[in-house]
């Protein structure tokens, strides 16, 4: 381009161009960021009710929060008996059938064993046992790195269960835990 040729309407237009290409180029930045990282609009909050299966007395809410390593699980459930409940994530969230078992087995999109929270080779939703103190009381606050509000892996419409006894943590698949006493349904909730 001569300098003859950049005459008002020839800066203009290039002046037009790069604005044009920079949008774009920023745009496409962010696009992409926000498919990958926990931007705007993600999911940030998840919560699960937990209703009691037939012949059950058993209720209860897990809240799922996004944190630096993983999700923070608080669960908080009420009429277990004293002692240590199977506690996990399975994978279908279907809590229709009247024992639980249509939720059915735990979360496991990687194929996995099953084994205890803290085994890096485990189930994803094997969150181990909640313990009942004497008085029913029950306290589960723990962040788990295996879990994740993203891709495929999302634990999302999945559901959690609590069972009538202990996970062994090593029997196969289910860890001996028992019948199910309730089922909740993990949706997206307010952050
Ligand atoms: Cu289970
Ligand atoms: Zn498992």
Known sequence: ??????NGHGWMAVLTALL??????????GGGGKQQTAGEGSVTKAV?????????????VVTFTQDANGLRVVAA????????HGFHIHE???CTSPDGNSAGGHFNPHGMTHAGPTEEKR????????????NGATKYDRVDAHLTFGGKDSIIGRSVIVHAQADDLTTQPTGGAGARLVCGVIGVAKP
Do not use: Q, R, Y
């Not at 459930?77 to 240590?84: H, N, R, T, Y």
């Open 1 to 6: 381009m001569t300098p003859k040729a950049m």
């Open 123 to 134: 189930h994803a939703g094997d969150l181990g046992n909640i313990e009942a103190s004497p």
């Open 48 to 60: 699960a009710v937990l209703n009691p299966t037939e012949g059950s007395k058993v209720h209860g």
């Open 20 to 29: 044009v290409l920079g949008v774009a180029v920023g745009l496409g930045c």
């Open 77 to 84: 459930v009420e009429g277990l008996s004293p002692g240590k």
């Open 92 to 94: 279908f969230g279907d």
